[in-house]
């Protein structure tokens, strides 16, 4: 583990949330002494290549003679030493002078180490689904900027890992843990953080409100990086514009921060209070998701929930949603997979299910809206959520132990045998032994009516059958 200058000396939060999240995914980083300043590329390599490679070199060569491969959470650190790697390669009078430099120290630089930065080991060696697995809170509901920063990209060829120009797999990343990912214009430009290494302060931080105002006019929720020094020009000297009456409040999380808090980990733990610019909106909206979640988790099962809702291909499968587009189930189970129960169990499209069992059928993964849908409707009963048609169905069904009596003249005129009579007082005493576990608050009233609740229209043996409206109220 290579961690660089700055993350360790200015921001120890961040390596925190980093070390958490490593060992959430059964990693222990391995220091090695004797490591120094990557060195850093706009105060070294332009003012002298040959030391550049020859410190480079040297950082490198400590973990190759140790007979390991190099991770960095550190957009420049990684960049340092891809452009020093892609030069040794192609170089060999500088390899052979690295050699001759290393020689008193008994370290060697061949080459075969792999050099990774953190959200490249992320997103390809264990990519977004494990990722997305390992997550205990889902971030469903939060909008996210994210910001690659140069190094991380580029120069190509020695830095190539994703599209410099249209990148994707940081965002995918973020997505994968249900949050919205939100593109913006000035994705891709520069911080301008190293502007204020060579005093131009004022520059340095026209930029950062310049990319600030963008995110913000997008209504994100923070902004995402992967770089410490992007991450000290959006929260150190946001909090210096900020001083200065600029209008911009944009958090600034870096991605290991945003993992942590997605697997688990209290700000506190991981020291978000150590920021400059308050993340408090941010963590508020994240406390909900984790608080509403479990209380999902109390009636639902959660893996299931979040398969369903990123999967969703069900959306054109009901017939109801074909006919009314008010009722949106996939949306019900997204409301869930974000940890709004109350909102859920509150939504009358609930009751628009009628339970066909074709998103069941239809659903690859065999889960189907159906149940969850069921769910909700007992808990919507449960805390009087009821449409005025179902809730008088429910006390006909109490009162009488039947939705309906057989019309005896109808029956007849069709030469119908009558029906064995039905035991309506035997249900009613089933009804008092279930006490109130019968859900519906019945008070064991059976046989006190002869026809269940109906829409309020008289009733009339002698009437024609009516199958379209005998159905309609067998359904409410």
């Known amino acids: 583990m290579f961690w660089g200058c700055t993350i360790p000396a200015r921001f120890p939060f961040i390596e925190k949330a980093t070390r958490l999240v490593l060992g959430d995914l059964g990693v222990k980083p391995r220091e090695l002494p004797g490591h120094t300043c990557c060195p850093e590329g706009g105060l070294v390599k332009d003012r002298d290549h040959e030391v550049f490679t020859a410190v480079a070199g040297r950082n490198l060569a400590i973990v190759e003679t140790a007979g390991l491969d190099v991770l960095t959470p550190c957009s420049g650190c990684y960049a340092t030493f891809r452009e020093t790697a892609a030069t040794l390669r192609?170089?060999?009078?500088?390899?052979?002078?690295?050699?001759?430099?290393?020689?008193?120290?008994?370290?060697e630089y061949r080459g075969r180490l792999q050099?990774?930065?953190?959200?490249?080991?992320?997103?390809d060696t264990l990519g977004p689904d494990l990722i997305a697995r390992r997550a205990?809170?889902?971030?469903?509901?939060?909008?996210?900027?994210?910001?690659?920063?140069?190094?991380?990209?580029?120069?190509?060829?020695?830095?190539?890992?994703?599209?410099?120009?249209?990148?994707?797999?940081?965002?995918?990343?973020?997505?994968?843990?249900?949050?919205?990912?939100?593109?913006?214009?000035?994705k891709l430009e520069c911080c301008g953080g190293a502007l204020d290494r060579i005093g131009e302060r004022d520059a340095c931080l026209s930029l950062a409100e310049r990319k600030l105002r963008d995110v913000q006019d997008h209504d994100v929720d923070a902004l995402v990086v992967v770089c410490p020094?992007?991450?000290?020009?959006?929260?150190?000297?946001?909090?210096?514009?900020?001083?200065?009456?600029?209008?911009?409040h944009v958090p600034a999380l870096y991605l290991s921060e945003l993992l942590a808090l997605a697997f688990g980990h209290s700000p506190e733990?991981?020291?978000?209070?150590?920021?400059?610019?308050?993340?408090?909106?941010?963590?508020?909206?994240?406390?909900?998701?984790?608080?509403?979640?479990?209380?999902?988790?109390?009636?639902?099962?959660?893996?299931?929930?979040?398969?369903?809702?990123?999967?969703?291909?069900?959306?054109?499968?009901?017939?109801?949603?074909?006919?009314?587009?008010s009722f949106r189930p996939t949306e019900v189970v997204e409301r869930l997979a974000a940890g709004d129960l109350d909102g859920a169990v509150a939504d009358p499209q609930i009751w628009k299910c009628v339970g066909c069992h074709t998103c069941r059928e239809?659903?690859?993964s065999g889960i189907g809206l159906e149940?969850?849908?069921?769910?909700?409707k007992r808990l919507a009963a449960a805390d009087g959520h009821v449409p005025d048609a179902a809730a008088a169905a429910y006390d006909g069904f109490l009162e009488t132990g039947v939705l309906g009596t057989p019309k005896e003249r109808a029956r007849t005129r069709l030469g119908l045998e009558p029906l064995?009579?039905?035991?309506?007082?035997?249900?009613?005493?089933?009804?008092?032994?279930?006490?109130?576990?019968?859900?519906?608050?019945?008070?064991?009233?059976?046989?006190?009516?002869?026809?269940?609740?109906?829409?309020?229209?008289?009733?009339?043996?002698?009437?024609?059958?009516?199958?379209?409206?005998?159905?309609?109220?067998?359904?409410?």
Request: glycine share 8%.
């Open 90 to 107: 192609r170089d060999r009078t500088a390899r052979d002078r690295l050699d001759e430099l290393l020689a008193d120290e008994e370290l």
């Open 115 to 123: 050099i990774v930065h953190l959200a490249q080991w992320l997103a």
């Open 136 to 186: 205990n809170v889902r971030l469903r509901g939060l909008r996210l900027g994210v910001h690659y920063g140069c190094h991380l990209l580029r120069p190509q060829p020695a830095v190539r890992w994703d599209d410099p120009l249209r990148p994707r797999k940081v965002e995918d990343l973020v997505s994968a843990l249900g949050a919205t990912v939100v593109d913006y214009p000035t």
């Open 229 to 248: 020094s992007c991450f000290q020009q959006f929260d150190l000297n946001q909090a210096a514009l900020k001083r200065a009456g600029a209008d911009v």
């Open 269 to 325: 733990e991981i020291g978000i209070g150590m920021h400059r610019v308050d993340a408090s909106p941010f963590l508020e909206k994240w406390e909900t998701l984790r608080t509403g979640r479990e209380h999902v988790a109390g009636e639902f099962d959660l893996p299931l929930i979040d398969v369903c809702a990123d999967c969703a291909a069900c959306r054109d499968d009901c017939p109801v949603a074909a006919v009314d587009e």
């Open 362 to 364: 239809l659903c690859h």
């Open 371 to 376: 149940h969850a849908l069921g769910t909700l």
């Open 420 to 476: 064995p009579a039905s035991d309506t007082e035997a249900v009613g005493r089933l009804l008092d032994r279930l006490g109130d576990g019968s859900g519906g608050g019945h008070d064991g009233r059976v046989g006190d009516c002869a026809t269940p609740a109906t829409d309020g229209r008289p009733r009339d043996d002698d009437a024609q059958p009516d199958p379209a409206r005998d159905l309609a109220e067998v359904e409410r």
